[in-house]
């Protein structure tokens, strides 16, 4: 193997197992195979490999947690086995969960229904916990190579060997700089990927083995279906502990998606949207939504006296059971929302993350006993998930989310019915396109204004206000790129967005960018073309998954680069 052809020999790092990915899913992976691997007197070396600069620095979500199921990975650990120095890093317990049903100015309460409340849950910073796992991974023997992106998995065949690291220090042109650094194979008889929504490797993996689900698997009967996160987390002057809010409704419309609002802690407000990517109007701005729901009446009360501490977005998958591919292959095994495994009712991921990692790590650490790493025998992974009480649980809320698409009554009325039955429908509704085939043509569509124009209001209140502006958000992103590096984001046809069939649809990707990273400028000449702004990217992936001209590639920057999420 070579990274470069007559230059660098390629170096070769071999461990038991490595891990792809330092959020959840892959934490618990890592640690609840090396206490397999303890409990038979044996020790494993494993590798986790996060492209961020430190763990937790590309980790955002909502987030509650049954910490049932963490419970469960420290129990595993026997005596003689390393725990955890400090307490589990939760805030407070949910006390209070409201739904409802917004329009302009007035807002409906809605039931809950118990099965998905979250009254057992926490409330937390999902990056705090994801630290909190990183230091028991080390005190465990695990090694931890913050920076490190895998950009693409090593091959025998169809067999999994390991990952390829993506190189450092090129410049823009693509030349050599004074600290550049080459590509590093990592090898392994079993790889775990755990690195989230929309990865670059598991991407890769779908289209090697023929099953393209990350782009256009035929094969299957339902594609994957994905939502996009928008997260912000104010200081404020509330002394709530506790409540949650779930809103459905206004600003949205003919849109699927709905607004959370948490109170972690006091004097700490964490609020945002989760909105399905499979919209129809090409100028329907996402983020400015976001900011037109915080200005009404049931929301503006929380954010009172309010000053923004952290902005950022992500997407996740949402297509469910029926679109559930590939979990498992020669050498290799897929966790968390690399595999798809959120849970489309409840929004319920971090839970079916941890899970899905232990699995996981019994599965690799019997191949690792007994020398097995065939599709055949790691199938017994998958098996595992679709036995799960969370697994069925997938099954159960199969049909929740796709009749959102017919409107929100709809939607509605089929939720309650799948609640009823628990999910015992003879039917399941199948997702017929992706998401970029969804949005009509720009002349077509019909504008929401509303929803496209900024809030008129520039604050909630004296000194906070509604943040309409995503450069101001993003100063609170955290972002860092090395200056001068290759574009991690790229356009296979850098003309079709400024020609006619680009502009079809009226570029799109001027608003569904939560970071503003797209914008049309002029030449010199007067000619006009795309400008990426690669410097703003939070890494969320809308654009690779929601452009119709399938033209847009996010690929892994230089690791250590893009946002930093410290308590998102």
């Avoid at 955890?84 to 309460?109: F, I, M």
């Avoid at 002394?239 to 972690?264: A, D, E, I, K, N």
Wanted: charge should be positive; charged fraction near 20%; hydrophobic fraction near 40%.
């Amino acid at each position: 193997m070579n990274s470069e052809a007559g230059a660098f020999a390629m170096e070769t790092i071999h461990f038991d197992l490595i891990v792809v990915g330092g959020g959840a899913a892959g934490l618990a992976a890592a640690c609840h195979a090396q206490i397999c691997a303890k409990r038979a007197g044996k020790v494993l070396s494993i590798g986790l490999l996060e492209k961020g600069a430190q763990i937790g620095s590309h980790i955002l979500s909502g987030a509650l947690l049954d910490t049932r199921i963490l419970q469960q990975l420290l129990a595993s650990a026997t005596e003689n086995i390393p725990q955890p120095k400090t307490a589990l890093p939760v805030h407070s317990p949910v006390v209070t969960e409201e739904l409802w049903l917004l329009q302009e100015r007035q807002a409906h309460s809605l039931p809950l229904g118990k099965r998905w409340q979250h009254g057992h849950c926490h409330i937390l910073s999902l990056g705090e916990l994801c630290r909190w796992l990183a230091e028991w991974a080390e005190e465990l023997g695990i090694e931890i190579l913050t920076g490190f992106a895998a950009v693409a998995p090593l091959w025998d065949g169809k067999r999994l060997l390991g990952v390829q690291s993506g190189e450092q220090g090129r410049n823009r042109a693509g030349a050599r700089k004074a600290n550049y650094q080459p590509a590093v194979a990592l090898l392994a008889p079993v790889t775990i990927i755990a690195e989230g929504c929309r990865g670059q490797i598991s991407g890769q993996i779908y289209q090697h083995l023929g099953t393209n689900s990350a782009r256009e698997d035929l094969r299957r009967p339902s594609p994957q279906r994905y939502a996009l996160g928008i997260k912000e987390l104010w200081e404020t002057d509330s002394t709530l502990s506790g409540q949650v809010l779930h809103t459905l409704g206004w600003p949205l419309r003919g849109v699927h998606g709905g607004g959370f609002l948490y109170h972690p802690r006091p004097h700490r407000t964490a609020l945002g949207m989760v909105i399905d990517l499979g919209y129809r109007d090409p100028g329907f701005d996402p983020f400015v939504a976001v900011q037109k729901w915080k200005t009404h009446p049931l929301i503006q009360p929380h954010l009172h006296k309010a000053r923004l501490l952290g902005y950022g977005a992500r997407t996740l998958t949402v297509g469910g059971w029926q679109s559930l591919s590939l979990l498992s292959l020669a050498g290799g095994l897929l966790v968390g929302d690399s595999a798809g495994l959120l849970n489309t009712a409840t929004l319920q991921g971090i839970h079916n993350a941890l899970a899905s990692g232990m699995l996981a790590a019994e599965t690799a650490w019997q191949a690792i006993a007994t020398d097995d790493f065939s599709a055949s025998f790691l199938q017994r992974y998958a098996q595992a998930v679709r036995r799960s009480p969370w697994g069925q649980e997938l099954y159960q809320v199969r049909n929740v989310r796709p009749v959102f698409r017919h409107g929100l009554r709809r939607g509605l009325l089929n939720a309650a019915w799948e609640y009823a039955t628990k999910g015992k429908s003879p039917w399941s509704w199948r997702w017929q396109m992706r998401d970029r085939q969804t949005l009509q043509e720009a002349q077509a569509s019909a504008q929401t204004a509303e929803i496209l124009e900024a809030p008129r209001t520039p604050s909630l209140c004296a000194g906070a206000g509604v943040i309409a502006d995503r450069q101001q958000a993003l100063s609170c992103s955290g972002l860092y790129y090395e200056a001068d590096q290759p574009l991690h984001l790229q356009l296979e046809d850098p003309q079709l967005p400024v020609q006619t069939e680009g502009r079809r649809f009226g570029n799109p990707e001027l608003r569904y960018c939560p970071a503003g990273v797209y914008a049309l400028r002029h030449r010199p000449d007067g000619k006009i073309f795309l400008h990426i702004h690669a410097d703003h990217c939070l890494h969320c992936k809308c654009c690779d998954i929601k452009d119709p001209l399938d033209n847009i590639r996010w690929t892994a920057p230089e690791g250590g680069s893009g946002p930093n999420y410290p308590d998102l």
